[in-house]
């Protein structure tokens, strides 16, 4: 079901997210349904959207969905960075559409998670992917692009398809 994006200044935006437990498997499938939903409806008015984290939707659970070439589901994730290497991106959200931030990213990252099948896996990043990836977690830990705005003037606004 298509769920309403938290949009930038919701107090939920700024929560830390509680880890995916036993008790909540029975939800999984229809948290990660309305992910799925809210994620094609964002792309269908926008024509963006490639992630969304669940805290965007209001679930305030550590799980991030993504879809590109295939269907990704990451319960309780973990982002490492194997060095130091950085790069500059302009970093736009579902929860601000048409407002891109200025921002420095890890160039690689390896985020490790749990699958819905309950597999421990494991996947390097690069440039995009990596900054995608990097930006979804920020969402678990109650963080913003905006709150990482390489300083006051790295705030653009974007037209929008709609």
Same mark, same amino acid.
């Given at each position: +079901? ?5 949009? /930038? &200044?919701?107090?939920?935006? #700024? ?26 409806? #964002? ?5 963006? &959207? !490639? ?6 939707? &209001?679930? !305030?659970? !550590? *799980?991030? #969905?993504? *879809? ?10 973990? /982002? ?5 290497? /950085?790069?500059?991106?302009? %970093? ?15 160039? !690689? ?17 690069? &440039? %995009?992917?990596?900054? /995608?990836?990097?930006?979804? #977690? %920020?969402?678990?830990?109650?963080? *913003? ?11 653009? *606004? +974007?037209?929008?398809?709609?």
């Amino acid at each position: +079901m298509v769920k309403e994006i938290l949009k /930038l &200044g919701d107090p939920a935006l #700024y929560e830390v997210c509680s880890k995916v437990q036993k008790e909540d498997m029975p939800m999984l499938e229809t948290w990660v349904s309305d992910l799925h939903d809210t994620l094609l409806d #964002y792309r269908k008015t926008y024509g963006a &959207g !490639r992630a969304i984290a669940a805290p965007q939707i &209001g679930i !305030r659970k !550590r *799980l991030l #969905y993504m *879809l590109t070439d295939k269907e990704y589901v990451f319960i309780n994730p973990q /982002l490492s960075f194997p060095d130091d290497e /950085l790069m500059e991106v302009l %970093d736009d959200c579902m929860s601000f559409p048409g407002l891109c931030v200025r921002v420095m990213r890890h160039r !690689r990252a390896v985020i490790s998670y749990t699958d819905l099948q309950g597999n421990p896996c494991e996947m390097a990043l690069e &440039g %995009d992917y990596s900054e /995608l990836l990097q930006h979804e #977690y %920020d969402h678990l830990d109650g963080i *913003l692009a905006t709150m990482r705005a390489k300083d006051n003037k790295s705030f653009i *606004l +974007m037209q929008m398809k709609r």
